[in-house]
């Protein structure tokens, strides 16, 4: 059995009244494709905000390859190797593609304009890097034909990829990915279905998916965890979790 690259210790998030996370502990395993699953408000999103840091969790706490992650900020857990993209494509709207892509760079930029200006050659071999990472994940992903192409003309099926792409191109270890098939057609998420597979194949990725379209999830996802309420109430093997008594049970709302 893989070790474990992301724990998550006990992890409780109040929002006023509501307890949006009770008490969850979770493991996703290196190189495995873990499923979030469970109906709408079971606190999915909310368990991917406190991984990423975007809400921090109250009580808990979360472990990424044994280091303790919560309390650090979005920008400093994404340095530190966890790449996320959200359930409603947020991309730069005005800029194409490949400028999109090119955004995903930013963690390893310098904060300091001046540094290119002292150190010309660094900072040539720096854009040389980054172009040929960008080069890669848009090869891999497909984006060739409309890397200039301005993002809003796109169908939403290619934004979305080029929303992985961008997430891509921060070289993450594990990658996060909320309801990365919302709204496509069949044969779009067929495509995203692929590419997912490809980029966790390729760049060895662990990948923590949200995912509603539940033939997808059975299919793509090693292990999964179930939410219902704020409550696990499944993990394990995907087919097996996905028809235990307690989980159908939330789903038909029995
Ligand atoms: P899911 O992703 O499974 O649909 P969420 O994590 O979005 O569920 O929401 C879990 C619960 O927490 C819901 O009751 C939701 O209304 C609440 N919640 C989530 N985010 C906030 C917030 N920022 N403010 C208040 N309540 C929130």
Redesign the pocket.
């Known amino acids: 059995m893989s070790e474990a690259v992301l724990r998550c210790e006990n992890v409780s998030?109040f929002?006023?009244g509501?307890h949006?996370?009770k008490g969850i502990s979770a493991e996703v395993r290196q190189g495995e494709i873990f499923g979030l699953v469970?109906?709408?408000?079971?606190?999915?999103?909310?368990?991917?905000?406190c991984v990423t840091g975007f809400?921090p969790p109250q009580k808990g706490r979360i472990l990424f390859e044994g280091r303790q992650i919560s309390g650090q900020r979005p920008h400093r857990i994404a340095s530190n190797g966890i790449a996320r993209t959200f359930q409603n494509v947020a991309l730069f709207k005005g800029m194409t593609v490949l400028e999109n892509i090119l955004m995903g760079r930013h963690i390893f930029m310098n904060p300091n304009p001046l540094a290119a200006l002292f150190y010309p050659v660094w900072a040539a071999k720096e854009e040389v890097a980054h172009r040929r990472k960008v080069e890669q994940i848009i090869d891999l992903l497909q984006l060739e034909s409309v890397r200039d192409e301005h993002v809003e003309v796109i169908p939403l099926g290619l934004q979305k990829r080029v929303e992985l792409a961008r997430a891509l191109c921060a070289e993450p270890r594990m990658l996060i990915l909320d309801e990365p098939m919302a709204g496509m057609n069949q044969e779009e998420k067929e495509y995203m279905v692929r590419f997912i597979l490809d980029a966790q194949e390729e760049l060895g990725l662990s990948v923590l998916i949200?995912e509603h379209h539940l033939d997808v999830v059975t299919s793509i996802c090693d292990r999964v965890l179930v939410?219902n309420d704020?409550n696990k109430i499944a993990e394990g093997p995907a087919r097996e979790a996905m028809s235990d008594p307690e989980v159908v049970k939330a789903y038909i709302g029995g």
């Open positions: 998030r929002f006023g509501i949006a996370l469970g109906p709408n408000g079971s606190g999915k999103t909310t368990l991917v905000n809400y949200i939410l704020g």
